[in-house]
């Protein structure tokens, strides 16, 4: 009895479009949003064209180093010597110079705020030695996230990408501390050994004008429009969206934010289940080596519902007592929530965490155990 979502869920989420469809000259203006890890999208236009993304095609490589940070294989306080090659990267430039030495921190911070190029590269062929090996390294991210595709180059130029796999990069984006520590910075000034200063300033100006947000990237240009992945956290609930190819950057974050601005307003997204929280604590067991044991669900699922529903009422579908012996892999029962007509939303399996054995078993293995050394 794996969870299940009834069709009347999706008519509950069915939304009459609210955004404009303002986009740039001879582009469709895309976007999506949804709960962070929920598959239960608000609303969406376009959402699953592959599109050209301008910058958005070095959030892959940029996360990739963000998460080598995270996992302690990059040391932020490490100096890095810049290359010849490193330098003469093109597009959005944290002014490198080749020979100069520079720390981790600095070009990470670049390279997050303004998707510095130059930044990137020198921060990876430090961490990964190649651009080949650091290109086997971004895919491996981008299939943790879902997304099965061959970069040409690690910052990914001309690569084509949906909203929705942006959000699926976003959720990655929005897990990892190193990359949410400079996403969220306004302004920074970056010093070189040399004396000479590079300002820093973020283009995500939802960072001051919308409530919550929390980062993530944006990326722009003339025949790609205006693109991003922002998230944005409001007490327990945080959702994520994504924009491409909006006319120009004032409708890009307009459009952003009548999509968060009616989430919050109008939706609630409830987490029924998470695998590493019980759902039901000390169930009494008969027969076992314990009295009593927690009750988890396999996977994580959740609710989307409009406010104006009320509060999911659950119900539960388990016998008065378990018996033992009990397998962690074989259901006990279940859980399900209803809407306030009755209508069943959601199914979830429960399991015991743990086998339980019976309490004979014991016994039995000691009789054994006690023939056997008197022979």
Not at 12 to 39: E, M, Q, R, W
Not at 200 to 228: E, M, P, Q, R, V
Not at 258 to 276: G, Q, S, V
Request: charged letters at 20%; a negative charge; one cysteine or more.
């Amino acid at each position: 009895m794996m969870r299940k979502l009834i069709s009347v869920l999706i008519s509950i989420l069915i939304l009459v479009s609210f955004v404009p469809n303002t986009s740039a000259d001879g582009i469709t203006l895309s976007y999506c949003i949804k709960p962070i890890h929920s598959d239960m999208y608000i609303d969406e236009n376009n959402a699953d064209a592959w599109q050209n993304i301008a910058g958005l095609t070095k959030l892959p490589a940029v996360l990739t180093l963000c998460l080598s940070v995270d996992k302690g294989l990059i040391d932020e306080k490490v100096e890095v010597k810049v290359s010849a090659n490193a330098a003469s990267i093109d597009g959005p430039s944290a002014y490198l110079k080749k020979g100069e030495t520079i720390s981790a921190r600095e070009l990470l911070r670049a390279a997050v705020m303004i998707s510095a190029g130059d930044a990137i590269y020198a921060l990876s062929e430090h961490a990964f030695g190649s651009e080949d090996v650091f290109l086997n390294n971004i895919e491996l991210t981008m299939r943790s996230a879902g997304i099965d595709k061959k970069l040409p180059s690690c910052l990914g130029t001309y690569m084509t990408f949906s909203c929705k796999e942006l959000i699926a990069l976003g959720e990655l984006a929005a897990e990892s501390p190193t990359f949410l520590k400079y996403c969220g910075e306004k302004y920074a000034v970056l010093e070189h050994a040399d004396g000479r200063k590079t300002e820093l300033a973020s283009a995500n100006k939802l960072l001051t004008s919308l409530s919550g947000c929390i980062g993530l990237f944006t990326g722009s240009s003339k025949s790609d429009g205006y693109c991003g992945v922002f998230a944005c956290r409001r007490g327990e609930a945080t959702y994520i969206c994504s924009i491409i190819g909006a006319q120009n950057s004032k409708i890009r974050f307009e459009t952003a934010t009548k999509l968060f601005e009616e989430a919050f307003a109008n939706y609630k997204y409830y987490t029924i289940c998470d695998p590493e929280e019980p759902i039901v604590e000390a169930y009494p067991v008969e027969g076992g080596e314990v009295e009593a044991i927690d009750l988890y669900a396999k996977e994580s699922c959740g609710l989307l519902l409009k406010k104006s529903n009320g509060e999911p009422q659950k119900r539960f579908d388990l016998p008065d007592t378990l018996i033992a012996p009990l397998d962690p892999d074989h259901a006990v029962g279940s859980i399900a929530f209803y809407d306030a007509s009755g209508t069943m939303l959601l199914e979830a399996a429960l399991y015991p965490k743990e086998a339980v054995r019976s309490s004979g078993f014991t016994e039995t293995l000691k009789l054994i155990i006690q023939s056997f050394l008197k022979g």
